[in-house]
């Protein structure tokens, strides 16, 4: 069977991937392969993924979703899934899965702007312990 | 009744989409199209994954419930307790065990007949209310 494969644009710092088509375990797989690799190519700091167009997401694809965004924190980039239908919110919690921490926003405008906040969120957390780290450094000497 | 043939992991969204077609024909909402193609995916997965093939047959129900009943056969290994395959969070395929007692939650009758080594037989119907 050929596998489909689902494109992921580049914009910026950021990584966008609107998966268009009805997933199935191998293409959900090797599109969380191809995420993960791209974002150790290009070093993005973030990507939008846009499952609006699916119509569900069963206990592989939600896990596989999961599994990416914690990876991709592994590799230093925040994953926000963006645009989940209210029906398949709805059973998903009714088939007993949880994302975890990963985070959501409604539209890809939200998506957008709640990775632009991280990132500089992570941004000013790096300053300040570099600048305490040099305060540590005065003390001892 | 259609029957859809499951052998391979495309097999699972033709099983979806069929389902998903009936379901609507039938006249069910947005959300409980949802809950079926949701709960048929986790099932025809089963068959994929433990079975490797089987059948999925869909068939419109009118009494004493009108709705839609889905039958998911196939020859493979069974289930040797059927009680602990209900259970929240038990794997055996080191998924999240969401598969069966996820599946029962999201429709309005699950019924399961399984022999090890013989095969296995769920059977669950979504009815439309009102």
Redesign the interface.
């Known amino acids: 069977?050929i596998t489909q494969s689902i494109p992921i644009l580049k914009l910026k710092e950021f990584l966008l991937v609107s998966i268009q088509t009805?997933l199935?375990?191998?293409m959900a797989e090797q599109l969380q392969y191809d995420i993960l690799q791209h974002i150790s190519k290009t070093g993005a700091k973030g990507v939008l993924i846009d499952i609006s167009a699916l119509?569900?997401?069963?206990?592989?694809i939600g896990?596989t979703l999961a599994d990416t965004a914690r990876m991709a924190s592994t590799l230093d980039a925040e994953i926000v899934i963006v645009g989940m239908?209210?029906?398949?919110a709805?059973?998903l919690v009714?088939?007993?899965?949880s994302l975890g921490d990963v985070k959501t926003a409604m539209n890809l405008d939200e998506g957008y702007t709640l990775l632009v906040e991280q990132l500089s969120k992570n941004g000013s957390n790096q300053i300040e312990s570099e600048e305490k780290e040099e305060v540590s450094i005065d003390d001892s000497g | 009744m259609i029957v859809v043939r499951i052998k391979d992991v495309g097999d699972i969204i033709k099983a979806r989409s069929a389902v998903k077609d009936v379901a609507e024909k039938l006249g069910f909402g947005i959300v409980d199209r949802t809950r079926i193609s949701t709960a048929v995916s986790e099932l025809a997965r089963n068959i994929y994954l433990f079975a490797k093939e089987g059948d999925v047959q869909i068939e419109e129900l009118s009494n004493p419930h009108k709705g839609i009943r889905i039958t998911f056969i196939d020859h493979g290994p069974g289930i040797e307790d059927i009680d602990l395959a209900l259970k929240d969070g038990w794997s055996s395929s080191n998924g999240m065990g969401k598969g069966l007692p996820g599946a029962r939650r999201l429709v309005d009758l699950m019924e399961i007949e399984s022999q090890p080594g013989k095969g296995t037989t769920v059977i669950i119907e979504k009815w439309l209310k009102g």
């Not at chain 1, 119509?55 to 592989?60: A, L, N, P, Q």
Request: glycine share 4%.
């Open positions: 069977m009805d199935h375990d191998r119509e569900m997401v069963d206990s592989f896990r239908q209210p029906a398949v709805i059973t009714e088939l007993g899965l």
